[in-house]
């Protein structure tokens, strides 16, 4: 058996895992997963799958809630997730198994199958805004009290509290972030009309696949039922999707007058986010959008 091993997968550990895949493991490469955990190719003689691996606290519910997110968005029967097969906690260390997609680079075709695939998901529907079960993003802390207010909910669940976030990190001061009633007041007139869509949450390039045979996959997870253009805003703020994805998309789910306000809107959330996360590099982008519209 060659396996390569890692600072975080002792004998112990991956004979734990080969026992949850009932096979033996020829091989663990280390592969790109995103900045919060570490993230494994698992090479059997049968097939491969992707694990992913963390020892922070809160990481074994960080699992559980993107298992349950891979599943709900799977069972719309709209766009398709990697295949759930554990989450647990083995000693120190909690993981996710999946199954591993094997993927390429997107062609024209393929941008549109994903376009029209997230809109057939944005189109599920619910009664209210959150979830009833709060999640997180990256490794914060996301709030999804439900509401049947968007504005209400956008503001006391999203801006707001990181908003205060970065207050208490530091990196905003008090007097340059708005109230939670100014920012109420101002985004009312843009918030008219929204119904509730099944969103992935945190939709930027890494966090898609097309398959080798081209079926879209979505990875990573931050699901609520929120406005749809909350997806389409995130793909819009790092790139990475073409104009073939938007137009498939926006033939199913046009555009109005406020759409282009909106998404810088909700790109701030997301650059709040960034902030948080990663620092200072953020906070122009952060100010600029905070005078723009507060």
């Known amino acids: 058996m060659m396996v390569f091993y890692f600072y975080d997968m002792t004998e112990d550990f991956i004979a734990h895992i080969s026992k ?32 992913k ?6 990481a074994l519910q960080m699992f559980q809630t993107e298992a349950e997110a891979l599943k709900t968005i799977a069972n719309t029967n709209s766009i398709s997730t990697p295949k759930v097969l554990e989450y647990s906690q083995f ?32 189109q599920n529907t619910n ?5 009833q079960q709060d ?34 990190k530091q990196l905003l001061l008090e007097s340059e972030c708005p109230s939670k009633e100014q920012i109420l007041n101002k985004l009312n007139p843009l918030f008219k009309n929204i119904k509730p869509s099944l969103l992935h949450g945190d939709l930027w390039s890494g966090n898609y696949l097309i398959a080798t045979n081209g079926k879209p996959y979505l990875i990573d997870p931050a ?30 789910i046009p555009e109005d007058e406020f759409t282009s306000n909106r998404i810088e809107v909700y790109q701030l959330y997301y650059l709040l986010i960034h902030l948080n996360l990663f620092g200072k590099s953020y906070y122009s982008s ?8 507060f």
């Not at 949850?20 to 491969?48: M, R």
């Not at 914060?140 to 208490?168: G, H, T």
């Not at 749809?228 to 498939?248: C, H, N, P, Q, R």
């Open 20 to 51: 949850q895949i009932k096979a033996p493991i020829k091989s663990i490469h280390s592969v790109s997963g995103g900045d919060i955990s570490s993230a494994y190719k698992i090479i059997t003689s049968g097939q491969s799958y992707f694990l």
């Open 53 to 58: 691996t963390n020892t922070i606290s809160n």
């Open 91 to 122: 000693e120190n260390t909690s993981f996710l198994l999946l199954e591993f997609i094997d993927s390429k680079s997107p062609d024209s075709k393929d941008l549109k199958t994903l376009g029209r695939q997230l809109a057939e998901l944005h």
């Open 127 to 131: 009664a209210y805004f959150g979830l």
């Open 135 to 168: 999640n997180f993003i990256g490794d914060l802390f996301q709030s999804n009290i439900p509401n049947d207010s968007w504005n209400s909910f956008y503001v006391n669940e999203r801006l707001y509290p990181q908003l205060q976030l970065a207050i208490q």
């Open 223 to 252: 699901m609520y039922f929120g406005h749809s253009e909350v997806d389409i805003a995130m793909t819009k703020l790092f790139g990475g999707f073409s104009e073939d994805f938007y137009k498939a998309y926006h033939n199913i």
């Open 286 to 293: 952060v100010i600029n959008l905070l005078k723009k519209y």
